[in-house]
């Protein structure tokens, strides 16, 4: 039984933003409801965290475990929100919750639209993080990468990426390509510290002599930025492999090309250089184009929100309010918004990568959920009076209708029952360092042997 005497949330997500929205509201008294796609909760903390940061993951989950088993925060995980999903946008909206938050990451992924973007050896850089972190979906799914790997993008999520080819798959060579030069890379420099003992020192200069012209006609001064990039390059990992780590700098990806087999054999790039842009630069094509023989190519350059959730989308996000209220948050930031009616949806918010997708990691994603919790609570705080429904009566509700959709739900107990079921297992020899069940028909199956009860048991 709940022991809340306040308003009804339902937090849809359990990644980092979606905890904080659910840690925040529960301390204040309310009931909170959260629905996760996933059977385990952790979003980003469970599947986009590099495997070996396990100390981190294990803090991060310590946490989590502890915030769902507040007595007022009822978990239903393996139920997914959207246009003929399990539950939808109306459907909870319907259910007399006083406000609902979305948190659920940026599901979406970016293409920059090349021609042979779909050919075999082509992957998106999301699905190979999901794959290393075992995602059910993606966790048995084959990724021939070759020898040598094209990845296109020079921030954190391509150091994640090297650090799988470098470390795990050992293949021969890494190249990170970027459309700007060197001095607009991305990444953190503490990250690159996974890598940095395997970059090719003597490429690398050879790289910047490569561009040295291009990089002077906009005042910057190659010698130092070459610098400035390998003093970087300190406490770096033990190098475990061979892999060479190079980078090619004004070049951007506008055709992949194929084999006989539609099998990635090389990019066709163009030569970039650059332009003052305000106070950044923009990369601009010289129409000079050049093949770069590789294997596969992963793009990462970003992500976007699921348009068939059933919320206002846009241009790869969901629509916020444009009118600005002044608070700090402000409001508007958080609050979702039909650009139709000129609306915003009554009680409805987002936070985290469904809000800006792909901006920062685990620590921004958190903070994000913090602030749409004292959104939230403003606006809370201007009604009048508590939801005529009680959490019991809502949870009654949501048991119904995923009991009449044949979907398995499984609440904090069956979390616990899975829990001990992988750590019976043997560690994996793999990067992960930790065992997991690859899909979600294992997971249920141990979940109801361990339990000993259906996995369809759902809700507290």
Known sequence: MSTSSGHIIIVVGAGPAGMAVTNMMAKAGHD???????????GLAEYGIFPSKLKLRGGLKKQYWDMLEQPNVHYFGNVSVGKGKALTVEELRSLGASAIVFSIGAQGTKTIGVEGDSAKGVFHAKDVVYHFNQLPGFGDRPFDMGKHVAIIGVGDVMV?????????KKVERVTAIARRGPLERKYNPKEIRAVCSNVDLEGLKKEFDRIRQRLEAVAQRPDEVLKGMTDEFIKCEPKISDTRMGFRFLASPKRVLVDASNRVRALELEETKLEPKGEDTAAVGLKQFYEFPVDSVVFAVGDKVDETVGLPYKNGSFVTNPAKTGNDPDDSLFQAYDETSGKIVEGVFLAGWARKASEGLVGVA?????????????????????PKASAGEVLKKIRQMLSTRGTHAVDIKGLRALDAAEKDH?????????FKFTTNSD???????????????VGR
Request: with cysteine.
């Open 32 to 42: 909170v409801i959260v629905l996760n796609r996933d059977i385990k909760f952790g």
């Open 160 to 168: 994640d990426i090297a650090h799988w080819l470098i470390r795990y």
């Open 366 to 386: 958190k903070r994000d959920g913090e602030w749409c919790a004292e959104v939230v609570m403003r606006y809370l705080g201007g009604k009048s009076q508590l």
């Open 426 to 434: 043997a560690k994996a020899g793999d990067c992960i360092g930790e």
């Open 443 to 457: 997971m249920l199956a141990r979940i109801e042997k361990y339990a000993g009860k259906s996995p369809a048991s």
